[in-house]
């Protein structure tokens, strides 16, 4: 039987990864509604790939909810260069915290997949049926492996043992503790950076790569953290669902975007022999919105806020 039950202010919340973009936005919007009785781990402090450990942890703790936002995350040139610790360590952080969740009867816990694991040429805008309906993108493969484990996982525990696990699908999230090194950032905060640094820096213009043609979707990770707070208390399934806005723009118009909130004054040129990736990549969002859940922070508003952060904890 699912424990369909909500969490209530008492309740024992693990949030795993909680120094992370996600989990830092999930435990800000816990302590935000009233939810003081958390249970927080660093890696140094608890390495979720070390079985034994986590088995200890979890029977002496016993949470009664736990979200699963600890993973290894990395861009293209981090997944093409690390493969093996990609697929090892996620697979190893799934297993052993929905194991341990299933074998100490955690009332329900929350999986963060990724819209980057749906198929590369999955029609577009993404639906949850897309899952697993075509040849991923090879480049992030074993981490799409591990994540669609993890995803199978909470199916699988649902269907045999009647556990209370949901998977949910976030596009390209930024916000607060974003990453914002170069070699391994997602577009949206590498540009931040690009164009903070060419204004202090004095220089002419910034490069962005590729056309500047294709499309993208980004969700600001406080909409993330709130969507997340609000599925654990009203979603009780064990389809996937979509977190996203619904609504997508060209990474030009993110670019001239960006320069305008950072105030850069410079042109901005489009190195064309860049690649650029695929068209579009947009989710439908119909389902959540349909569940009375929709995104509310818009594209400028969030980077606004970001840049923010950027200049008060990064630069
Ligand atoms: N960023 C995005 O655009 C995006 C989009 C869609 C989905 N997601 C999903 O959201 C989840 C979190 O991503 P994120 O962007 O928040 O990642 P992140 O900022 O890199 O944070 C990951 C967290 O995981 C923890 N962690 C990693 N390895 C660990 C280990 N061996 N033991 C214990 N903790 C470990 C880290 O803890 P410490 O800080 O203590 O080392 C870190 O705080 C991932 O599942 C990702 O697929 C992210």
Redesign the pocket.
Known sequence: MKQARVMDKNSKIYV??????????IVRRLKVEGYDNLLL??????????GPSVKAFFESERPDYVF???????GIWANSHYPADFIY??L??EINIIHNAYLSSVKKLL???????YPKFAPQPMKEEHLLSGTLEPTNEP?AVA?IA?IKMCESYNRQYGANFISV??????GP???FDLENS?VLPALIRKFHEAGVNGSPSVIVWGTGNPRREF?H?DD?ADACVFLMQNYNDSELINIGTGEDQTIKELALLIKEVVGFEGKVEFDTSKPDGMARKLLDVSKINSLGWQAKIDLRQGIEMTYRWYCENYA
């Open positions: 795993a990864g909680h120094r992370g973009l996600v989990g830092s936005a781990r660093t890696s140094s402090e608890l390495d979720l790939r070390d699963l936002a600890a993973a290894k995350v990395g360590d996620n190893a952080i999986f963060l997949g990724s819209s980057c694991i981490y994540k993890g699908m976030p596009t390209n999230l930024y503790n974003d990453n997602h969700l990770v993330l």
